[in-house]
């Protein structure tokens, strides 16, 4: 009994896991062919259609703290402070700048050494934007 206890008070929340550096490994654009599962890779224009809206693709680095995320470039250089909050059973990571709510991702990956985020868009195509994050070493 008390080695189940201990398991689950050494368990970590989504908040815990999602708090410091992680760095983008993959971004990859797919067609989407349900919610759960992805398809082919986008054509050029179609990417350039999707990521001209997109505020944070530039950012290599992303930095968690106590609900803010700050996102920097390859060269550590700071592009941009967000507000973030995990949502529904810390699945959702929805980002909001100046108080507006921004991009909403779901996270189909988050232990202590990966990050997995999925954007969903509903354009004329369905597709998907799949970030992949390994945390940095401290």
Do not use: C
């Amino acid at each position: 009994m008390l080695s189940f206890t201990g398991a689950l008070i050494d368990q970590k929340s989504p908040e815990q896991l999602i708090e410091g550096e992680w760095k983008e490994v993959s971004w990859k654009y797919e067609l989407a062919q349900n919610t759960h599962e992805s398809g082919s890779e986008l054509s050029a224009h179609q990417i350039r259609e999707i990521s001209g809206d997109l505020k944070i693709h530039k950012a290599e680095i992303w930095k968690f703290s106590k609900n803010q995320l700050s996102l920097y470039d390859q060269h550590g250089q700071l592009l941009t402070t967000l507000t973030y909050y995990l949502k529904g059973r810390g699945n959702i990571l929805e980002l909001k700048s100046d108080g507006i709510s921004g991009e909403k991702y779901e996270i189909r990956q988050l232990d202590n050494e990966t990050l997995e985020l999925f954007l969903s868009f509903d354009l004329q195509i369905r597709a998907l934007v799949r970030l992949t994050f390994k945390k940095s070493e401290v």
